[in-house]
C-alpha cells in the first residue's frame, strides 16, 4: 500500500545540474529513513545517499562534495540535487524508504549525462 514515486531525471550534459525528487504515499505510519541509490549498465546497484528521519546523512564517496539529499517530512518527500554532473553519473537512479517496518522501492528514473 506504499508507493514511491521519481522524478525529475532527464539528460544533462557534463557539468550540469538536475534534481530529483521522490514522493512517498500510502499507508504510512512514519518514515525511518529516505535514501537514493543508482545502477549503471553493467554494475551493481548502489548506495548514492541517505537520511534518517533525525537529519543524519550520508554520501557515496564519489558523490561528496556535488550531491545534496533532503527532506521533507511534512510532505513525506526526498530530494537529490546534483551539482557538477559527470557521464559517470549516468545510471538509473531509484529512491528507497524505510516505511514503518519494511523497505520499498521506486520504479527509477533514468539520468543520462553527455560528455
Known amino acids: 500500500q506504499v508507493q514511491l514515486v521519481e522524478s525529475g531525471g532527464g539528460l544533462v550534459q557534463a557539468g550540469g545540474s538536475l534534481r530529483l525528487s521522490c514522493a512517498a504515499s500510502?499507508?504510512?505510519?512514519?518514515?525511518?529513513?529516505m535514501g537514493w541509490y543508482r545502477q549503471a549498465p553493467g554494475k551493481q546497484r548502489e548506495v548514492v545517499a541517505t537520511?534518517?528521519?533525525?537529519?543524519?546523512?550520508s554520501y557515496a564517496d564519489d558523490v561528496k562534495g556535488r550531491f545534496t539529499i533532503s527532506r521533507d517530512n511534512a510532505n513525506r518527500t526526498v530530494y537529490l540535487q546534483m551539482n557538477s554532473l559527470e557521464p559517470e553519473d549516468t545510471a538509473v537512479y531509484y529512491c528507497?524508504?524505510?516505511?514503518?517496518?519494511?523497505?520499498?522501492w521506486g520504479q527509477g528514473t533514468q539520468v543520462t549525462v553527455s560528455s
Open positions: 537520511i534518517t528521519r533525525l537529519g543524519s546523512v
Open positions: 528507497n524508504a524505510a516505511v514503518n517496518y519494511n523497505d520499498y
Open positions: 500510502g499507508s504510512i505510519f512514519s518514515i525511518r529513513a
